[in-house]
């Protein structure tokens, strides 16, 4: 079992960077694949990107490409995503999930795929 902490979040203009950490407890980090999801106000809970265990494989959503980016520290247990050039379409509460895996270089897109979740970290982008 895993616990995950969500960080980083806040109020930022439109345009600047935010980086936000997803930190975990347990033992094991290396043998979850990991996702950062997000849910906006009124809307549905939406995959932002998607990592394998070792980092070597990533996914993004096609709206985060280019201006987000996903990475994994499994020597700290924590899971990161930059994200850049924000805009008021980003408002949103960030999740970070984890799914065992016994596959390595794989990722995982589905909110369904995911077993642990953390409790969120608010991000608002003000225009």
């Known amino acids: 079992q895993v616990q995950l902490v969500e960080s980083g979040g806040g109020l930022v203009q439109a345009g600047d960077s935010l980086r936000l950490a997803c930190a975990a407890s347990?033992?094991?980090?290396?043998?979850?694949?990991m996702g950062w999801f997000r849910q906006g106000p009124g809307k549905g809970r939406e995959i932002v990107a998607a990592?394998?265990?070792?980092?070597?494989?990533?996914y993004y959503a096609d709206s985060m490409k280019g201006r987000f980016t996903i990475s994994r520290d499994n020597a700290e247990n924590t899971l990161y995503l930059q994200m850049n050039t924000l805009t008021p379409e980003d408002t949103a509460i960030y999740y970070c999930a984890a799914k065992p895996t016994g596959i390595s270089r794989t990722y995982y897109s589905e909110h369904s795929d995911y077993v642990y979740w953390g409790q969120g970290t608010q991000v608002t982008v003000s225009s």
């Open positions: 347990g033992r094991f980090f290396s043998v979850y694949a």
């Open positions: 990592i394998s265990r070792n980092g070597d494989l990533t």
